[in-house]
């Protein structure tokens, strides 16, 4: 018994039929209208033709590469259950300095260095405020860079090197030692052949949202309470090999033993080191301007 078979094919309507020809016309009219204000040939055609492939294909084109670069830079979801440390941790490219459990010697605090001059450091350090770039103040990126036009970083720049650590890692802006150098000169905080004054550390902090608090209790149980707190302190040294103006140095994290760790500009090793408290306290430079030659940072 045989199947008869439906045709596939719709009707087209009336008014179908009658709009092919009317766009025609359309299109023609438009054609021999353009060419009378504007006279082509058809090379014209062809050449207008081949720019807007050209066009079309470098916009393609473009739209590609910028599809393929979100997709290598887009930031991967993080796990519900990592915390903000974690982040910071795998973020990082800079290790963190490791400590050797040794002590270190009050002579060493100097304003002098003996590393190398051609070295970049880039380290992390374990603060009580949490995770903390090193700067080195001799580092090749700015060793040589002239603090207020005259005298170069490495041998002067311990205040604003110290400063920078702290105003770099502790607040959303990206500032490094020549960064806070410059400041300093333009605000008449530069002092010449002798680094800095001691009013930097105060003001350079609250210029960039920060509040350095004079320590005046320098006793040993205010100062473990300052560290154990989530304070970071700046300490203003007694020695000074290059100026007899001082050194500042800081004071990171209270160790179980209760040694410090420190964060010095101008010797790394100093940071591997423990070092004694009371010591530390006793080498304090005896100058009480600005607030020093203590301040505490909450952060």
């Excluded at 890692?169 to 490094?176: E, H, I, L």
């Excluded at 004079?214 to 970071?232: A, M």
């Amino acid at each position: 018994m045989s199947r008869s078979k439906y045709s596939t094919k719709k009707k087209r309507s009336p008014l179908y039929l009658l709009l092919i020809p009317c766009i025609l016309a359309c299109a023609v009219t438009l054609a021999v209208s353009l060419y009378l204000m504007f006279p082509f040939t058809a090379s014209d055609v062809l050449r207008l033709a081949s720019e807007a492939h050209t066009c079309l294909s470098q916009q393609i084109a473009s739209l590609a590469d910028i599809a393929v670069s979100w997709q290598t830079t887009a930031p991967s979801h993080t796990s519900a259950n990592s915390s903000p440390a974690q982040e910071s941790e795998d973020n990082s490219s800079a290790p963190y300095i490791e400590t050797t459990g040794e002590q270190g010697e009050i002579s060493n605090l100097q304003s002098e260095s003996s590393e190398p001059e051609d070295q970049v450091y880039l380290y992390m350090l374990d603060t009580s405020a949490g995770p903390m770039l090193y700067y080195h103040q001799g580092d090749i990126r700015w060793g040589d860079y002239l603090y207020g036009g005259y005298d170069p970083m490495s041998s002067y720049g311990c205040g604003p090197t110290a400063a920078a650590m702290v105003i770099n890692s502790f607040t959303d802006q990206t500032v490094d030692p020549t960064d806070i150098a410059d400041w300093a000169a333009e605000n008449g905080y530069y002092a010449l052949h002798s680094g800095s004054y001691h009013s930097l550390i105060p003001d350079v902090l609250s210029a960039h949202g920060l509040y350095a608090e004079s320590v005046t209790d320098r006793s040993r149980e205010h100062v473990t309470e300052l560290l154990s707190s989530g304070h970071i302190l700046i300490a203003l040294m007694g020695r000074g090999a290059l100026t007899q103006n001082g050194h500042f140095v800081l004071f990171t994290q209270l160790l179980d033993n209760g040694h410090i760790l420190i964060a010095d500009p101008v010797n790394y090793e100093n940071c591997t080191l423990e070092w004694d408290l009371d010591q530390l306290l006793s080498e304090l430079k005896k100058s009480y301007d600005s607030g020093g030659p203590l301040w505490a940072i909450q952060l």
